[in-house]
Nanobody, 124 residues
Framework: QVQLVESGGGLVQAGDSLRLSCAASGRTFNRYTINWFRQAPGKEREFVAGIWWTTGRTLYADSVKGRVTISRDNAKSTVYLQMTSLKFEDTAVYYC?????????????????WGQGTQVTVSS
């Protein structure tokens, strides 16, 4: 069992930055890849960013590429999502999710554990 807790969301203005955190606990942190998704009102949940556990290679959705950076701190069992130049369309609930693999995927069905989400609201 893996427990995930997101934090760092809030209300910001367009152009601002935010850093989201996902703290993991439970089973061995290094056996899971933890990645970020989001769900905007009335839309399906979508992949945002992923990180390869062994190499640190990253993967981003086209909609956030160049504005978002995913990183991890193994000592703290935490994954971060640094977001810059936020846009109104980035407004969503952001979730972190874990799967028992070293490789991230964009498919929601591949993930075994989910956090409760943190709300990010960007005012235009």
């Amino acid at each position: 069992q893996v427990q995930l807790v997101e934090s760092g969301g809030g209300l910001v203005q367009a152009g601002d930055s935010l850093r989201l955190s996902c703290a993991a606990s439970g089973r061995t942190f290094n056996r899971y890849t933890i990645n970020w998704f989001r769900q905007a009102p009335g839309k399906e949940r979508e992949f945002v960013a992923g990180i390869w556990w062994t190499t640190g290679r990253t993967l981003y959705a086209d909609s956030v590429k160049g504005r978002v950076t995913i990183s991890r701190d193994n000592a703290k069992s935490t994954v971060y999502l640094q977001m810059t130049s936020l846009k109104f369309e980035d407004t969503a609930v952001y979730y972190c999710a874990a799967r028992s693999s070293f490789i991230p995927t964009m498919n929601i069905e591949d993930y075994d554990y989910w956090g409760q989400g943190t709300q990010v609201t960007v005012s235009s």
